[in-house]
Structure formats: structure tokens, C-alpha cells
């Protein structure tokens, strides 16, 4: 009796354990499945190429979604493949959902994504097709493709211009105040005295968001590289610090010492990247160390001001020393775990070409020279765009250090607000930065840390 | 002998409850543990011990941390004991208007934190914010809510204060209603003023729901997350950085074991701080 009475209960447990893992796997059944039907399999053989839907993730700030849509309507009369689009997060919310989607399986076919040390992150091997032997990989700039690669082979292609990082100008407050472009700090900072005493603000600060403050440190990478040639290299070997390398210690201290001389503007830690474009093309901030990607906002906003635009690299200590540090484009990578490689490549292939690229570069307003051989830059170029390109053809740049390293600390932009509002000292932000680095190197598990 | 209790169900019926509680709770705390001493990045892990745990304690904000984390969770809780209590009472009492002012007092912990966070850091701007505004109006400077380094922290506070306290009220005023009404009674018998009923019986007597708010505020304030990221991100610099925040931005990076390791460190703080402090105030409600 007693004893019926146990199993019975017992029974009656297992079946509901039964009905509630009924429930779990009917829901998860449907959830890995990802785009559904790969076309019609009628196939009867025919001429016309089989209409395939290909996906591509990308991030929706800026114009570069508008520009591959158009580039997409393009190559789906051509090859007859669709694309759908994924919409993803920028910033660091972005990374997060791209590293999960990976993890998953669950990533679109394309995903266009940032080079350099974000890529490295990826875990490229295995996650994207490798692309080094594709024939148009030679009409791309090898400055590009160092930037994706992975273990010897090249994974992306570019998805539009570069940007230099440097410190953008009102023209028509220079002109007016009689002022000239500096070419050492010094210089620099008597331009700011000038520009102060005439009442106005000398430097746009924009801190409360956040990531627009580490200008002043990145920017200044062309000029570390002018004085200490393998600085990447060694940074990267865990051999020389920002602390310990005078040449690269000088940007927290740049950044310390426009601070200390009063002339950013008042709120600066309230104000934010809007604000500070609004400032720049309004004239009543003369100077903003910003990336040149800040030119296609101010078009949108203020396209009557886009041409009293101008760009200057980070002034060095020394007049020989004046060249622009460049950010790639971001680059598009091919899902090696995807369902549709083929047509990813095809796709890809025609984004590349000369007809893909010009469709692009019709939406696309170009933030800095092209990396792909035979792309110009149009005539209707910005004008701050034009004054980067002596910089270019006399060998003038370098690509910032994120680009040559993947070696780049998390909190950057906390240590330079911290150093850039007076909370920290210079050589302090700077050490914090190096311990910052530190943790990112061990996490990446890369050799010498 | 006759069993004076009979079983009635099996303990086979709790099988599924503990299912669900081993799947979802028991088992990702385990395993949290376990990826806390991993190097992880979602797909693959390597087992490096206590590494995650040293870097997070030499991590440079992490004393401004521990310290805002305290400072914020006393600050928020001390003002929702005193403030709630008095408005509970108040609210509790004879007022014109009582419900009308009790729903202006519960309203804000019905908005989004995130909402209030933003609406918040724009009244907030040093100098196109209302309050700042305001204040010049009458011939106050106000002071950079949040950026100056010295009150960022206690403006946030303000906030999770304004917001919070309607729970704090509310659970003040069950507490207060459970007071037999006897006791007010023979105070006024006895020729007691308001102010005695107030000292002498509200306060000792809405002890049990004192004890609730303070748990649930401290408890709430050490895990303080939201609020922060909304209005200040941590900065400027890392001056209102709190353990949650400064975890969250360790998994922004992607070091999701480091981001465990900091949680679970999180879990053993809150806990330490916690039980002993909930052992304490159950004590002394026994005293009574």
C-alpha cells in the first residue's frame, strides 16, 4: 500500500520532468535554425543564376548602411543576390552581441566590422574565409591589409576611406584672428593664447562622451613613431611602456597641459561630440582634436559649413616631425561557418570591383584617401579631405597604433578624461594606462606578458 | 503509537521545483565560479586559477570602488530609513489629499531607472540644466552635479534617493497600519502629544518594517548599477566608479572571466556585509 503509494508519486514527478523538457527542447528547436529556406530547391537547371538572399551585419551610425545598400541594389540586378540586412550596436555594446553571435553559430554571412586590434579579438582563423589568395587582393593597399590580417593571411576588404586623427580647425577663425597652422606644440599652444584672448575656445573638449577625449594620446602616435621607430613593436613584446617612453608619454602630458592653460571650453565634461561639432562649425570653438569621420556629421548638420573645415596633424616638439596618424576603414570579413559562403564571396568580390566601389563612393562621402589602387578621390571631396592628401603622397602618415598592435586597453578613454579635467597627472594616466594594457595583453593571452 | 502528523505528499513532488532551482540557480553559480578562474571568451576557456582574482584586486579603480560602492550604499539607505520613515508616517496620519500625496510620493519607482538617469543628468548640466538655472535665478552658482569630482557621487545618490523612497514609504505604511490603534488610544488618555505618539510608539513599533527597508536599501545600494551607468558612466575619470560598474566594463571589454571573477567578489562582499547586518536587526526586533 504504502509502498504503491511512492511510486506513484514518483510517476507522477517523472512526468512532469517529461512535460517540462517537452517545453525547453520545442522552444530551442526553433531558435538555432537562423534564416530559413535557402531558395527554392525546384532546381531545374536554367540559365539565369538561382536568386540567393545573402545576410550582412553592420553597425547603423554614419552613412556606410546607405552606401552598401546601394552597392547591394547594384549587385542584385548583376548577380541576382539579395541581402538582408542585420543591424548591430556600435561601440562596445556591438562587440559584445559580434563576439556572441560568433560563439553561437549564429552570425550573418558578411559582417562588417573595425581592423586592427578589435579584428585580432575575433578569433579569425576560425571564424572568417580566408581571402589572401582572391585575386583582387592586389589592388589593395598592403597599409590595409596588414590591419586584417591574421597569422600570415589577409580576412577583409576595405568598406571605404580611411580618417586621419589630428586636430580639426575652423579656417575662417584662423583667417580672421591671422592665425597660421602650427607645426610644433609650441606653436600650438600660442595659437591657443591667441585664440583665448580673442574670446573664444581654443580647444573643443567633449568629455561626456567619453571616447572623443583620447585624441590627444592617439592622434599623437605619428610622432612616437617619428622618434622611436619600433615603439609598436616593442609595445607589443611587453618591452616599452607609454610611462617609461618619453616620446609617447608626451600625449598624456599635451593633453595635461591644454587643460592647464585654460583653453577648453567652460563644461567641458557636460558637453558633448554634437555639442563640439556644433562649436567647430559655428566658429565658436576654433580647434577640436577629433577623427576626420566627424566631417560626414558635420555635412549632415551644417552642410553650408563643411568647407571651413580643416584638418592639421598633432603638432610634435620638433618642425621635422609633421605627419598625420591614420585610422583604417573598417573592413567586411566572410562567415566561415555560414550557410552561403559561395554567394558571400561573390558578393564580396563585387563590392571590391571598380563598379561596386563607385556605386559606394556615390553615397559615400570619403573621410581620407582610398586604400584600394585606382579609387580617387572625387573632385567634391571635402576640403578638409584635400588638405590630408599632401600628407599621404609625401609618405607623411602612419596608422594609429591600434591599426600596428593589438595591444589596446579598455579604459583609455577614462584615464585621458581623467588626465584631460585635472584629476590625474600625466605621468600618473599614463601608468594607469600601462596597467590597463597590461590586463587586456594577459586576457588576449599574448606572448611576454 | 499514533503519529500525530501524517505525511501527506511525497518529497518526489519537489523534483521538478529543484530541477528548475538546479538548472537556473545552483548550477550558473557553480559554473560562475568555475569560469572565474578562466580565461573565457565564449566559445573556448583556460583554466588560470586565481589569476582573474589578482588582477581584479590590482585593478586601479577598484579602491575608489569599494569605497564609493560603501559610501553610496550607507548614503542611499541612511535617507530612505529617515525620509521614508517620516513620510510613512506622515502619509499615515489624518492629511487633506492622502491618497493623491501618497501616489506623488510611489510615482517615481514607477519610471525606468535608465529614464530617470538621462532626465536627471540634463537637469543636472552645470549650466543649461533647470536646476542650475534655477538657482541662478536667485542668485546661486550652483555647482557641476556631475562633474565636479568631490559631489558626483552624492548627486547620483540623490537620485536613487528621490527614486527610491516611495517603496521605502510604502512599506513604512503597512507597517504603521499594523499598529493597533489601542495604543494610540491610551496615549491620548494618558494626555500624550502627537509627538509622543510619534517617538514613543510609531518609531519602536514600525521596527519590523524599518528593518525591511533597511536590508532591502543597503542591500540595493551595494548591487547599485543602473543609475550610475545612466547618469555618469563612472566618470568623470573614475570617480563614481562602483563595483558594478567597474565589473560591467571589464565584460565591455570582453574579459568575461575577469567580469565573473569581479561578480563573484561582488557576491562575497554583498554577503559579508549583508547576513551579518540582517542577523543584527533580527536580533534586536526580538528585544522589543
Redesign the interface.
Known sequence: MKKT??YT??A???L??LA?LAGCGGGTGNGGGGNGASGTDGSAPSNAPKKETISIMVGSTGTLLDAMKAVAAEAEKKLNISVEWDIKPDG??G??LV??R??TGDMADILAYNTGSLFQ?L?PS?NFVDLTNEPYMADILDSFKQTVTSDGKVYGVPTGSTRAGGIMYNKKVYKELGLTIPKTWAEFMANNAKIKAAGKTAVIAT?KD?WTSQLFVLADYYNIQAQDPDFAKNYTANKAKYATTPAALRGFQKLEEVYKGGYMN??F??TTYDNGLKMLAEGTGVQYPMLTSALDEIYQNFPDKINDIGIFPEPSDSPDINGLTVWMPNGLYINKNGKKVDAAKKWVEYFVSPEGQAALSGKLKADGPFVIKNVKLPDDAYAAVKEMQPYFDQGKTAPALEFVSPVKG??LE??T??VG?G??PAAKGAS?YD??VE??A??L?LPGW | MIRLTVKTYSYWFLLPAFLIYFVFYLLPTVLSLFFSMTRWTLTDWDFIGFDNYRTFFSETSLNIGFRNTLIYAVVTCVFKVVLGLFLGAYLSSRVPFKNYLRSVVFFPTLLSTIAVGIAFSMMMHPSQGIINTSLAAIGITGPDWLGNTKIALLSVAFVDVWKGVGIATVIYIAGISAISPEYYEALKIDGGSARNAFWNITVPLSRPAMNSVIILSFIGGLRSFDLIWAMTKGGPGFTTDLIASIIYKQYQAGFYGLATAGNVILFIGVSLLAFPLYKYLARSEVHL
Do not use: G
Open positions: 503509494k511512492r508519486a514518483f507522477a514527478a517523472l512532469l520532468v517540462m562596445a555594446e562587440d559584445n563576439k556572441t560568433l560563439a579579438a578569433n576560425q568629455y567619453t567652460k563644461d565634461l557636460a579598455p579604459n577614462n584615464i578624461v581623467a579635467s584629476i590625474t594607469d596597467k590597463d590586463k587586456q594577459q586576457q593571452n
